[in-house]
C-alpha cells in the first residue's frame, strides 16, 4: 500500500512568488490534514478536509493560503504571494476514519522563502 | 483547550541504556493521546497511542508509554536504546470528538551514542 505522498520535498522561491503544494493521501482515505513546522518550532493544524469539504480550517495563518481538495482524492496548499515567515515544513496526513485516529504522515514538503 | 509539553528539547542517552522521554498534556476533553517519531527525511510515523483502554501501552521497536491521569503525563519509554532509535519524537494529544484535531509538542531529540 503506498503511504501518503508529497511533492515536491524541497521549494526555494522568492519572496512574493506564489507556491503549490501538493499531497496524495493513502487511497481510500476520506480524512486529510494540513500541517506546519515553522523555524523548529511545534508542529501546527492548518486544516482538516473530509472528502472535497473543508472540516476545519481554523489553523490556517492569513488569506494567502488556499487549500484545494478538487474529487475528494489529493489536495494542493497554494502560497500567495509568499512572505519571509511563510518558510518551514508543511506536512500532509490522512485517516480513513475523523476522530483521535492514527495519521500517517508524508514526508513533508520543505519551503524556504528567500 | 488542549495543549501538549515535551519537558526536554534533547535527550541523549548510550546504546543500551534505558530512554525516557517526557510529556505532559492538558486537555478539556478526555484525550487520546499519540507518539510519533520521525527520522531524518522521513514522514511522522506512529509509535503508539492510548484511546482510554489499557494505561500501559506498548507501541512498536520496544517502546511502550503510561498514561498517568493524575499526573497528566504520557512518559515514552524504552529499557534498551538502539542506535537506529535516533530520531525527533512528537507527543500529540487529540480531541475525542468527531474533528480529532491534534495538538503536538515540540519534538524531543534524541541522541543515542555508541
Known amino acids: 500500500e503506498a503511504g501518503v505522498t508529497q511533492f515536491p520535498s524541497h521549494s526555494v522561491i522568492e519572496k512574493g512568488q506564489t507556491v503549490t503544494l501538493r499531497c496524495d493521501p493513502i487511497s481510500g482515505h476520506d480524512n486529510l490534514y494540513w500541517y506546519r513546522r515553522v523555524m523548529g518550532k511545534e508542529i501546527k493544524f492548518l486544516l482538516h478536509?473530509?472528502?472535497?469539504?473543508?472540516?476545519?480550517e481554523s489553523g490556517m495563518p492569513n488569506n494567502r493560503f488556499l487549500a484545494e481538495r478538487t474529487g475528494g482524492t489529493y489536495s494542493t496548499l497554494k502560497v500567495q504571494p509568499a512572505e519571509l515567515e511563510d518558510s518551514g515544513v508543511y506536512f500532509c496526513a490522512s485517516s480513513q476514519y475523523s476522530g483521535p485516529y492514527e495519521q500517517y504522515f508524508g514526508p513533508g514538503t520543505r519551503l524556504t522563502v528567500t | 483547550a488542549q495543549s501538549v509539553t515535551q519537558l526536554d528539547s534533547h535527550v541523549s542517552v548510550s546504546e543500551g541504556t534505558p530512554v525516557l522521554l517526557r510529556c505532559n498534556y492538558s486537555?478539556?476533553?478526555?484525550?487520546?493521546l499519540f507518539w510519533y517519531v520521525q527520522h531524518p527525511n522521513k514522514g511522522l510515523q506512529l509509535l503508539l497511542k492510548?484511546?482510554?483502554?489499557?494505561?500501559l501501552v506498548k507501541g512498536i521497536n520496544g517502546f511502550e508509554a503510561e498514561f498517568k491521569k493524575s499526573e497528566t503525563s504520557f512518559h515514552l519509554t524504552k529499557p534498551s536504546a538502539h542506535m537506529s532509535d535516533a530520531a525527533e519524537y512528537f507527543c500529540v494529544v487529540s480531541e475525542n470528538t468527531n474533528a480529532g484535531k491534534s495538538t503536538f509538542g515540540d519534538g524531543t531529540t534524541l541522541t543515542v551514542k555508541p
Open positions: 478536509f473530509v472528502k472535497e469539504s473543508k472540516q476545519d
Open positions: 486537555s478539556s476533553y478526555s484525550p487520546s
Open positions: 492510548y484511546t482510554s483502554a489499557a494505561t
